[in-house]
């Protein structure tokens, strides 16, 4: 059966410059994350959130088990090292079937840097977190106090500033990855 | 000023003339095209969206302070703290404060309007601190020293090939005119600098007053690294900024968006809601948000209060009929194109911009352009009014209340009109008492005549004689006694040797003779 709101979902992040992955049930989903991550990782750190989504999908050992060593927030070199981490991977509250947005929210186990300073972004997604509109989204957010950070992320950093021609990677990201799993 | 001139000139007409002359310039400005349809997008609820964004930006400026309050508190209550500055001054010394208060040497900015329109650059060089923009095409402006010519686009009176020579120079190697290679250069030439700042500042889009919630819109990320990496942020945010709820951004930001780059959204939003918490390891470890009025309030319960309802999308310099002639740095303002021309003489309080209101066709296109509904081309008119009739901008602003000028700052210069077609007509230059009189002479007159059909009937003959006398020959008017300045431009037209009135009557006669052929 074809979900409309996923079917905008997707249309909008491949618009977005998004790779898309999935649909996948969830341990199918662990192993293409983790194959997904070490690959773009280029033998470089996987920054990794403490999100207990990625322990549930036992990201950490399928990650290790493909050599691609990891950086999380507990670490306490972890501001020096996420500068040079060649991936980031999160998982997203939120996405915007709409725009195509993933909402990242900030936490101690959610750094904002982890989406951010990495050259390669992954972000997991729940088809069941997909909503149809800005709108929508913002009435969940409005429901509960804020986090210090809501990060509302198209695709790869974008920019038009020269004859309005658009490139990427100016700042942020150059790669988005998207995993989505059921449910 | 630190900015140079890119486009000199004493007044608008100057230098618009010298900008349409500029083959650099003109050809930089036809990518400016690809924009012309953004706020026309194509979604059926562009209306509904339109009409609801209007209602919140009004019901927002409506009790303007009293959104303020309660958006100030709810941003002490998330740990921000809070100041409000009346002046650009003093607004830079806000923020000043705080760099000195933590020592801050290397400060990284995102692009925004209000601190260009407080010159905090400038003043941060004067207090020997390194500002640094980061915004791509700001980026680009800092570097060849001149002031962002579009609000949205700040570098697109450029070429890229334009743009590679001055990085080259900054580079001192010879980089390819390549859009792709550019953006990476970029990327490795800024980078360090957000890992090494400790004082990041950018501007607001939004101000949520429920939640104490800074939005920031942006595509590029480095407003994300400029509010992720610095141990303290400043954001300066203009005081009609505010709105009211977080849902009513459901409207706000996919109007926002699609109005300025046709995006469904940005492809980054950013929402701060107070500094880092209790075990987060980044993001700014202080908050400060400094309110901006700089006389936005005094234009409350004024005819000018619409303009406070601005979301800054650019819309209405992209269709912009002058804008896309002659290009942002004509206008000699921070804010150049329709939104520019009604802001800058009312922020200045009438002491700068006076000839803007007058660079317009009042074709009408910014109105409709205009995603909240601000009735542009109108505020032109009536600011030409106002500025004209001796009265400056902060009289009106302050309802009418006088406001003495200080010194000569806010006179006109004898033959410095407010619009460049207007003042070139030698009938309305300058405002001299005797112009005055020959003006109000003439109007009055011309009143008096189409005041009766046979007024009319006879000055329409009389016109169009004189007309055909000046340019029977050619078959255009070139010229006419008396409006030499206004026809070096324009070319009209002889009027036809029947008026329309002679041929009804001709017709009517012909057609009680049952003849319809002619």
């Avoid at chain 2, 090494?196 to 994300?224: H, K, M, P, Q, W």
């Avoid at chain 2, 007509?425 to 005797?434: F, I």
């Avoid at chain 2, 011309?446 to 006398?469: E, K």
Wanted: hydrophobic share 40%; charged share 25%.
């Amino acid at each position: 059966m074809v979900n409309p709101v996923l079917q905008r979902f997707l249309a909008a992040a491949r618009d977005n410059r998004c790779t898309v992955h999935g649909p996948l049930a969830p341990p199918a989903a662990g192993t293409t994350i983790a194959s997904v991550a070490s690959e773009r990782a280029d033998g470089g750190e996987v920054a990794v959130g403490d999100d207990p989504l990625l322990d549930e999908l036992a990201i950490p050992d399928l990650l290790a088990a493909r050599g691609a060593t990891m950086l999380r927030p507990t670490d306490p070199t972890w501001s020096t090292r996420i500068a040079r981490a060649t991936v980031g991977l999160t998982s997203a509250r939120l996405g915007v079937a709409d725009t195509g947005s993933l909402l990242l929210g900030s936490s101690a186990g959610s750094p904002r840097a982890t989406g951010l300073l990495p050259p390669a972004h992954v972000c997991i997604l729940r088809t069941g977190a997909i909503v149809a509109e800005v709108a929508d989204a913002l009435e969940i957010l409005a429901r509960d106090p804020l986090p210090s950070a809501v990060t509302w992320i198209g695709g790869p950093s974008r920019t038009g500033d020269i004859e309005f021609r658009i490139t990427f990677g100016v700042h942020g990201p150059k790669t988005v990855d998207v995993v989505l799993i059921d449910g | 000023m630190s900015h140079c001139l890119v486009t000199p000139g004493r007044t608008f007409a100057e230098r618009a003339e010298r900008a349409t002359q500029n083959t650099e310039l003109q050809r930089a400005l036809g990518n400016l095209s690809v924009r012309l349809h953004t706020a026309r997008m194509v979604d059926e609820r562009h209306r509904d969206w339109k009409d609801r964004a209007s209602a919140i930006r009004r019901e927002t400026v409506a009790d303007l302070d009293s959104w303020l309050d309660r958006a100030e508190k709810a941003l002490q209550r998330t740990g921000a703290t809070v100041s409000r500055a009346a002046t650009p001054e003093e607004a830079c010394d806000a923020v000043l404060d705080v760099a000195r208060r933590v020592g801050a040497h290397r400060v990284v900015k995102s692009k925004s309007m209000a601190t260009e329109e407080i010159e905090l650059g400038d003043a941060f060089a004067a207090a020997g601190i390194t500002s640094l923009e980061t915004d791509f095409g700001e980026w680009i402006a800092q570097v060849a020293g001149e002031r962002p010519s579009h609000i949205i686009t700040p570098v697109i009176h450029k070429t890229v090939d334009q743009i590679a020579a001055l990085l080259s120079g900054y580079a001192q190697r010879s980089l390819p005119a390549d859009h792709e290679f550019l953006t990476e250069f970029a990327r490795g030439e800024l980078r360090p600098h957000f890992l090494d700042a400790d004082l990041g500042v950018t501007g607001a889009n939004f101000v949520v007053a429920e939640t104490g919630t800074i939005v920031l819109v942006t595509n590029e990320g480095n407003a994300r690294l400029c509010t992720t990496v610095p141990r303290v942020l400043v954001c300066v945010a203009p005081v009609e900024k505010v709105v009211p709820r977080l849902t009513d951004l459901g409207v706000l930001l996919p109007l926002l968006t699609r109005s300025a780059t046709g995006q469904p959204l940005s492809n980054y939003v950013t929402m701060l809601t107070g500094p880092r918490r209790a075990g987060e390891v980044d993001g700014p470890e202080e908050l400060h948000v400094v309110f901006l009025d700089h006389n936005r309030r005094a234009l409350l319960g004024t005819p000018y209060e619409d303009m406070l309802a601005c979301i800054r999308c650019g819309a209405c310099l992209n269709v912009c009929p002058v804008y896309r002639t002659v290009g942002g740095h004509a206008y000699d303002s921070v804010y150049p194109g329709p939104m520019g021309k009604v802001l800058t003489p009312l922020l200045s309080a009438g002491t700068a911009g006076l000839d803007l209101p007058g660079a317009s066709t009042l074709c009408g296109a910014c109105t409709e352009a205009c995603p909240v509904e601000i009735p542009l081309a109108d505020l032109l008119v009536r600011l030409r009014a106002d500025l004209r009739g001796g009265r400056d901008a902060a009289r009106v602003a302050a309802g009418r209340k006088h406001v003495p000028r200080s010194g000569e700052a806010g006179r006109r210069l004898p033959g410095e009109g407010y619009a460049s077609p207007a003042s070139r007509l030698a009938l309305t230059d300058g405002d001299h008492a005797p112009n005055r009189r020959t003006r109000a002479f003439i109007f009055r007159t011309w009143s008096r005549m189409w005041s009766s059909p046979a007024g009319y009937r006879a000055s329409i003959s009389v016109g169009r004689a004189a007309a055909r006398l000046f340019g029977a020959k050619a078959g255009w008017m070139r010229r006419a006694p008396g409006t030499a300045g206004w026809t070096s431009t324009r070319d009209l037209p002889v009027p036809a040797r029947h008026s329309f009135r002679q041929r009804w009557r001709a017709r009517t006669r012909v057609s009680q003779r049952g003849d319809e052929s002619w």
